[in-house]
């Protein structure tokens, strides 16, 4: 029987609250604008975390030194993957750099690009990704 993590289960302690924060704040800036949609979905993911704006001003402040924190646990990581691809998604484009970073902290924690591609696909209501080069029978 598989269990239901929700984020607020996972993400258990202050320090890995504002990891995760940082990272979304990666991806949100990847493309040097911060359109409505993206800034709502911060706050929405801050509020739902209980950070305040004083305990995440220093990371929107320092966003140029920045990178990746990668989780050590394999249900954070992937809980974490799929919310920095709703935050690419959050203004209807794909932004090369946007997507870049989401495939860098794809690879960072095991996946492939496929499977980064399928979570796109099916979080953009596409449906999963359809084997391009599906096997062949000899």
């Given at each position: 029987?598989?269990?239901n993590h929700?984020?607020?289960?996972?993400?258990?302690t202050?320090?890995?609250k504002l990891?995760?924060?940082?990272n979304l704040l990666?991806?949100?800036?990847?493309?040097?604008?911060?359109?409505d949609?993206e800034?709502?979905f911060?706050?929405?993911i801050?509020?739902?975390l209980?950070?305040?704006?004083?305990e995440v001003?220093?990371?929107a402040?320092?966003l140029?030194?920045?990178s990746f924190i990668v989780?050590?646990e394999?249900l954070?990581r992937?809980?974490?993957?799929?919310?920095?691809?709703?935050?690419?998604?959050?203004d209807?484009q794909i932004?090369?750099?946007?997507?870049?970073?989401c495939?860098?902290?794809?690879?960072?924690?095991?996946?492939s690009k496929?499977?980064?591609?399928d979570?796109?696909?099916?979080?953009?209501g596409?449906g999963?990704v359809?084997n391009a080069?599906?096997?062949t029978?000899?």
């Amino acid at each position: 029987m598989q269990s239901n993590h929700s984020l607020e289960d996972v993400l258990n302690t202050q320090q890995k609250k504002l990891a995760f924060f940082q990272n979304l704040l990666l991806v949100a800036a990847a493309d040097g604008v911060l359109d409505d949609e993206e800034g709502q979905f911060l706050l929405q993911i801050g509020d739902r975390l209980g950070l305040s704006a004083e305990e995440v001003q220093p990371l929107a402040d320092n966003l140029g030194v920045l990178s990746f924190i990668v989780p050590a646990e394999g249900l954070q990581r992937t809980m974490e993957l799929q919310t920095l691809v709703q935050m690419m998604l959050q203004d209807g484009q794909i932004d090369p750099r946007e997507y870049g970073l989401c495939m860098e902290y794809a690879n960072r924690i095991g996946y492939s690009k496929a499977i980064l591609d399928d979570m796109v696909s099916q979080l953009t209501g596409s449906g999963p990704v359809k084997n391009a080069n599906p096997p062949t029978v000899s």
